[in-house]
């Protein structure tokens, strides 16, 4: 999967012109960011809409707003590599569900190399910082620079 495909399979995540800036390695990482971001959605909509059709049966007495259920969607306005790690600024959404996800998948990308996407022998090079495997630190983009293996 490339970063087109993802953006394509998650346009109400990616509404903006403005495309993820990672590198290929972390693609894998964000289409499962993307996924349970999604899927939290969709079933909180779920249930918004459940409960309202409660309401319309008399048994409940409150109707979320369709303003209310269209804001729980949400939209990615950043993705970028920050000091080696993944960085998701989004806007919308369900607070703090979507925060914990985002959240749990940027500290994992300290984890999973941004050029392969392997999860053995992953560190961080010094300078600008770049999370990368044993094997990719020696490409010519990390050439040159100090690299720790991550704990």
């Known amino acids: 999967m490339n970063i087109d495909e993802l953006v394509a399979k998650y346009p109400l995540i990616f ?19 993307c996924d349970r971001l999604q899927s939290t959605t969709d079933e909180e909509v779920k249930k918004a809409l459940k409960y309202n059709e409660l309401y319309k049966q ?52 300290y984890h999973v190399c941004e050029s392969c996407s392997t999860m053995m022998d992953v560190g961080i090079t010094k300078g600008w910082a770049s999370t990368t495997c044993i094997d990719c630190k020696n490409k010519p983009e990390y050439k040159g620079r100090e690299w720790r293996k991550n704990i």
Not at 16 to 33: A, H, N
Not at 103 to 109: A, G, K, R, T
Request: hydrophobic share 30%.
């Open 15 to 33: 509404t903006i012109e403005k495309y993820p800036s990672v590198s290929s390695g972390w693609i894998p990482l964000l289409d499962l960011l």
């Open 58 to 109: 008399g048994a409940v007495g409150f109707e979320y707003p369709d303003d209310y259920i269209k804001s729980m969607q949400i939209e990615c306005t950043q993705c970028k590599e920050k000091f080696g790690g993944l960085r998701f600024y989004t806007e919308n959404g369900l607070g703090g569900k979507h925060f914990d996800i985002i959240h749990e998948y940027e500290i994992l990308s």
